[in-house]
């Protein structure tokens, strides 16, 4: 559903953003209704769906709620806040790069789009990786559960490195493909040297915290994502900039990732040591 519903977003954008035929179009606005209406014709499928089943019965509701609120509320709470923080993160950073000036914005609007590109594995683990993890958690094997994490961990830190590395060679040619103004270019290709490489200590740190929720410890997966953006990331980013200008920015980023791996590695350390079928919240 969640393809289908990108495939009619991304078949309806030109057509109301641009129009077809006679009819011009919506302009910028026609993006949202394309949104709007792709996410609307999901909702009505996904609905119509679970009218067919038994998960909208009433029978027995208060008795469910009574016994599923709590630990519902325990899971889904953190892993809430753990969504609303980046962009809130996102928004602070780009706060601190607009006091640098317009360039520099827009140098750092291509490199967060490369940064989504980027990390395009890494968010495919994030996703696939935590099903496998709660299934072993449930058996209680943990032996699994190392083999599985040792596995991702490695994988994710040489796959971003050799990425990181490549991209950071080529970035005055990508910086040329992706901008056409001499100074954007120039301020993207020093973007690119900086943070491409650092995504390898990033996607551990995001490895981590999707691990945490899949075991069972979605409250210390939300500490370790909000000490990610708010102890690591940001001060170090501002502090570059306050320091450096746009270099100082980018060798600040990358310094935030590089600490928020070391210390999301130590977190899953500390986890995987622990008793094997005690949460880490009754261990801290």
Do not use: K
């Amino acid at each position: 559903m969640m393809v289908v519903t990108s495939l009619v977003n991304l078949v309806l954008d030109p057509l109301l953003i641009f129009g077809v035929g006679s009819w011009q179009g919506l302009g910028l606005p026609g993006a949202a209704w394309a949104t709007a209406i792709a996410f609307g014709v999901g909702l009505v499928v996904l609905g119509w769906r679970i009218g067919q089943t038994d998960w909208l019965v009433r029978d027995g509701l208060l008795e469910e709620l009574r016994t599923s609120a709590r630990p519902f509320a325990g899971i889904a709470g953190p892993a809430m806040v753990s969504q609303l923080m980046p962009p809130l993160a996102a928004m602070l950073a780009i706060a601190v790069v607009a006091s640098l000036g317009e360039a520099q914005v827009a140098a750092w609007g291509l490199a967060s789009r490369l940064e989504t590109l980027s990390l395009m594995v890494v968010l495919a683990m994030t996703m696939s990786l935590p099903p496998w993890l709660g299934r072993c958690y449930g058996a209680g094997d943990w032996a699994q559960i190392h083999r599985l994490m040792r596995l991702a961990l490695r994988v994710i830190v040489a796959w971003q490195l050799l990425l990181g590395l490549v991209m950071a060679v080529a970035a005055p040619w990508v910086a040329l493909v992706l901008s056409g103004n001499p100074e954007v270019r120039d301020d993207l290709a020093l973007l690119i040297r900086f943070l491409l490489p650092s995504y390898a200590a990033l996607g551990v740190c995001m490895i981590v915290v999707s691990a945490g929720n899949a075991l069972g410890w979605p409250l210390r997966a939300m500490l370790m994502s909000g000490a990610r953006l708010f102890i690591f990331y940001l001060p170090c980013l501002a502090l570059g900039a306050w320091l450096g200008g746009l270099l100082g920015l980018a060798v600040g980023a990358a310094i935030g990732n590089l600490l928020a791996g070391l210390a999301a590695w130590g977190v899953l350390r500390r986890i995987l040591a622990s008793p094997r079928r005690r949460p880490l919240e009754e261990i801290a």
